[in-house]
Antibody, heavy 121, light 112 residues
Framework: QVQLVQSGAEVKKPGSSVKVSCKAS????????MSWVRQAPGQGPEWMGV????????NYAQKFRGRVTITADESTSTTYMELSSLRSEDTAIYYC??????????????WGQGTLVTVSS | DIVMTQSPDSLAVSLGERATINCKSS????????????LGWYQQKPGQPPQLLIY???TRESGVPDRFSGSGSGTDFTLTINSLQAEDVAVYYC?????????FGPGTKVDL
């Protein structure tokens, strides 16, 4: 089973940007879609977007379009999520989550451990 | 966007009893060409990421105990936990993957 290891917690000022990484090991990287999902305190998960590294282009939820960028580096099996113009409502745990089947975008059988992003002045 | 709702918000179940969680989607997630419901269930324990339990509405993920079962079609779905064990205390979420943005329900907390 693939293992997903994310970068550490971040504290950011409002208006700044954050970039979270997710390194995959133990499985194929390029042909499995990787989504980013965030979860605010006490809330359900919220899907932000997805990338299939083989294809290179990302698909974003309308809510985050213009503020989020998801990229993948096949040479290091790492996916990145950058969120800009941060506001307090962006305080959440951010997860990377991998699809169960190759070249599909659906449900997630592997998750990173989560990265807490705190936005505070 | 497809809105997912769940009921109840929380429930308390005795050890060995059954827990039933309902999930409703604002539009059908049944794909006509494949005749599959694009609906999954996850379990989340404190401090952990969600864990996949069920996909295609009723297919149990590998390693998930058979006391967990999913049913339903179209817009109405149910997760049933038979003979609840202490380790089943968690929050349960449904998720539709019929169309992007994929959306999750608000969760149902199961306690003893």
């Amino acid at each position: 089973q693939v293992q997903l290891v994310q970068s550490g917690a971040e504290v950011k000022k409002p208006g700044s940007s954050v970039k979270v990484s997710c390194k995959a090991s133990g499985g194929t990287f390029s042909n499995y879609a990787m989504s980013w999902v965030r979860q605010a305190p006490g809330q359900g998960p919220e899907w932000m977007g997805v990338i299939i590294p083989d294809f290179g282009t990302a698909n974003y939820a309308q809510k985050f379009r213009g503020r989020v960028t998801i990229t993948a580096d096949e040479s290091t099996s790492t996916t990145y999520m950058e969120l800009s113009s941060l506001r307090s409502e962006d305080t959440a745990i951010y997860y990377c989550a991998r699809e169960k089947a190759p070249y599909s975008t659906s449900f997630f059988d592997s998750w990173g451990q989560g990265t807490l992003v705190t936005v505070s002045s | 966007d497809i809105v997912m709702t769940q009921s109840p918000d929380s429930l308390a179940v005795s050890l060995g009893e059954r827990a039933t969680i309902n999930c409703k989607s604002s539009q059908s997630v049944l794909h006509s060409s494949s005749n599959k419901n694009y609906l999954g269930w996850y379990q989340q324990k404190p401090g952990q990421p969600p864990q996949l339990l069920i996909y295609w509405a009723s297919t149990r993920e590998s390693g998930v105990p058979d006391r967990f079962s999913g049913s339903g079609s179209g817009t109405d779905f149910t997760l049933t936990i038979n003979s609840l064990q202490a380790e089943d205390v968690a929050v349960y979420y449904c998720q539709q993957y019929y169309t992007t943005p994929f959306t999750f329900g608000p969760g149902t907390k199961v306690d003893l």
